[in-house]
């Protein structure tokens, strides 16, 4: 009888010793597992997140700064844009009449090199208004109307010169045209120039920038049909 009260004290210490051990392995996988899970989650985790968040954070302020860049304007834009677009449709009509008055074929060509690379500027800056919200110049409906109005821009035709420009013919016409347009480039130079140094939208001082070049270029190559050597 003591011999089985012994073997069942045995057992049951036994059985003590391995729930405790069980119940001690437990404890630690489930602390090193917390540990473990905590320190990922927290320290790879984390700064994956912190990471993440900051990404997420310097995206969107690279993204508004370069839409600021891109999109904002200011009054100065939009006083180039205005001005510009009347600007070029004066140097259009005087492009128009050389093709049936000029004598030389260098002012022909000058005069539809003008036309093409002026037209799509006068549609884009009309574009830019219109999504400003910004009063477009109304199209000159004559020589008359778009020289009278503007003439105070820089290198813009009055009414007298416009109409004897559009009377002459053969070399006169040449001569008075080339004069005229390169007072009229070197005026849109000026105004582009200011766009440059204080305007704020990106494609406009772009624009500004390609005149700037286009036209420079444009008046030497005049002054030379002009026997100018500037």
């Given amino acids: 009888m003591s011999s089985v009260r012994n073997l069942t004290r045995r057992n049951l210490t036994r059985r003590a010793a391995l729930v405790a051990a069980t119940l001690g392995a437990g404890v630690v996988l489930v602390a090193c597992g917390g540990d473990g899970g905590d320190s990922s989650g927290s320290g790879s985790g984390s700064g994956h997140d912190a990471h993440a968040s900051a990404s997420a954070s310097a995206s969107p302020s690279a993204?508004?700064?370069?839409?600021?860049t891109a999109g904002a304007h200011n009054a100065q834009d939009v006083s180039f844009a205005q001005?510009?677009?009347?600007?070029?449709?004066?140097?259009?009509?005087?492009?128009?009449?050389?093709?049936?008055?000029?004598?030389?074929?260098?002012v022909k060509d000058?005069?539809?090199?003008?036309?093409?690379?002026?037209?799509?500027?006068i549609r884009t800056m009309t574009g830019?208004?219109?999504a400003w919200g910004e009063d477009v110049p109304e199209a000159g409906g004559g020589m008359d109307h778009?020289?009278?109005g503007h003439s105070g821009m820089p290198g813009m035709m009055g009414a007298e010169d416009m109409a004897g420009l559009e009377k002459s013919e053969g070399k006169a016409f040449d001569t008075k045209f080339l004069t005229l347009m390169v007072e009229?480039?070197?005026?849109a130079v000026e105004m582009a120039t200011t766009e440059k140094s204080k305007g704020?939208?990106?494609?406009?001082k772009a624009m500004a920038d390609d005149i700037v070049t286009a036209?420079?270029?444009e008046i030497k190559e005049m002054n030379k049909l002009l026997g100018k050597s500037g």
């Fill in 63 to 68: 993204g508004d700064e370069a839409g600021t």
């Fill in 83 to 106: 001005g510009m677009i009347p600007h070029h449709q004066q140097a259009l009509e005087m492009a128009r009449l050389a093709d049936g008055r000029a004598a030389s074929g260098a």
């Fill in 110 to 121: 000058l005069a539809a090199r003008i036309e093409k690379a002026q037209d799509p500027e």
């Fill in 128 to 130: 830019w208004l219109k």
């Fill in 146 to 148: 778009s020289a009278s």
């Fill in 184 to 187: 009229h480039h070197e005026g």
């Fill in 200 to 204: 704020r939208y990106g494609p406009a």
């Fill in 215 to 217: 036209q420079n270029a």
